[in-house]
Nanobody, 123 residues
Framework: QVQLVESGGGLVQAGGSLRLSCAASGRTISSYAMGWFRQAPGKEREFVAVITWSGGSTYYADSVKGRFTISRDNTKNTMYLQMNSLKPEDTAVYYC????????????????WGQGTQVTVSS
């Protein structure tokens, strides 16, 4: 089993930055693809960014490309999401997730989830 805990959310003005962290425990994540997803009120959970087990490849949703950066440090069993140039439409609960094997933008294919951290961007 893998337990995931997100942190780093908060309230920020448009144009600002936040850095989310996802700390894993219970098992090393070095064999797991990991990702960030988000869910705004009244909307379905959507893909934000994913990263391969090695960190060698990353993929982003078009809406965040060029503004967000996903990374991981397997020695610390932690994944990150650096969010810059934040917009009000980025407001959502952000979740980290892990799955054994390859990356996917489909949240239904992920086995482990954190509890989520709220990100609110004011205009």
């Amino acid at each position: 089993q893998v337990q995931l805990v997100e942190s780093g959310g908060g309230l920020v003005q448009a144009g600002g930055s936040l850095r989310l962290s996802c700390a894993a425990s219970g098992r090393t994540i070095s064999s797991y693809a990991m990702g960030w997803f988000r869910q705004a009120p009244g909307k379905e959970r959507e893909f934000v960014a994913v990263i391969t087990w090695s960190g060698g490849s990353t993929y982003y949703a078009d809406s965040v490309k060029g503004r967000f950066t996903i990374s991981r440090d397997n020695t610390k069993n932690t994944m990150y999401l650096q969010m810059n140039s934040l917009k009000p439409e980025d407001t959502a609960v952000y979740y980290c997730a892990a799955r054994y094997g390859s990356t996917s933008s489909n949240p239904n294919l992920y086995d482990y989830w954190g509890q989520g951290t709220q990100v609110t961007v004011s205009s």
